[in-house]
């Protein structure tokens, strides 16, 4: 029997893995000034999958129309297990007052939707120990 992740793994494009043990932020503030951002996962005893979607680079989601955020999704999503847990971190790096709930809702729903379907295709998830943490 397949784990969370293993299922997780298995629904998700690999090319969305990353194999880092830490978040990195490279952009530009509000006001134009660049800015790097860099923190490390202490992950001695922790099993995860990270994820990295940069719709910047590609288009991350064709079947929506150019509407103003309608596109939006944050930095990573860290999907964690302990036991027949499965905790999904959505993970949003700003520098500055912008706000991330907006992105951070459309990630949740965009979560939401991946465990759905893996439900929906047979996949046995952890049913109701899922936390999607914002």
Same mark, same amino acid.
């Given at each position: &029997? &397949? ?10 494009? %690999?090319? #969305?893995?990353?194999?880092?043990? #830490?978040? =990195? ?7 134009? %000034?660049? =800015?790097?951002?860099? #923190? ?10 990270? #994820?990295?979607?940069? !719709? ?5 989601? !064709? ?6 955020? /309608? ?6 999503? /860290? ?7 499965? =905790? ?6 700003? %520098? ?5 709930? !907006?992105? /951070? ?15 929906? $295709?047979?996949?046995?998830?952890? %049913?109701?120990? $899922?936390?999607? $943490?914002?």
């Amino acid at each position: &029997m &397949m784990n969370n992740l293993e299922i997780i793994k298995e629904v998700l494009n %690999n090319k #969305y893995l990353v194999e880092q043990r #830490y978040l =990195f932020e490279k952009d530009k503030d509000t006001k134009g %000034n660049r =800015f790097e951002t860099k #923190y490390t996962i202490i992950d001695e005893k922790i099993n995860y999958k990270l #994820y990295r979607f940069e !719709p910047n680079k590609e288009d991350l989601f !064709p079947f929506f129309s150019k509407l103003s955020g /309608l596109k939006k999704i944050c930095d990573y999503v /860290l999907f964690a297990e302990e036991g027949n847990v499965l =905790f999904v971190f959505l993970i949003e790096l700003k %520098n500055g007052t912008q706000k991330a709930r !907006p992105q /951070l809702l459309a990630s949740k729903a965009f979560i939401e939707y991946v465990v759905e379907s893996a439900r929906r $295709i047979g996949k046995t998830l952890a %049913n109701d120990n $899922i936390y999607v $943490i914002i």
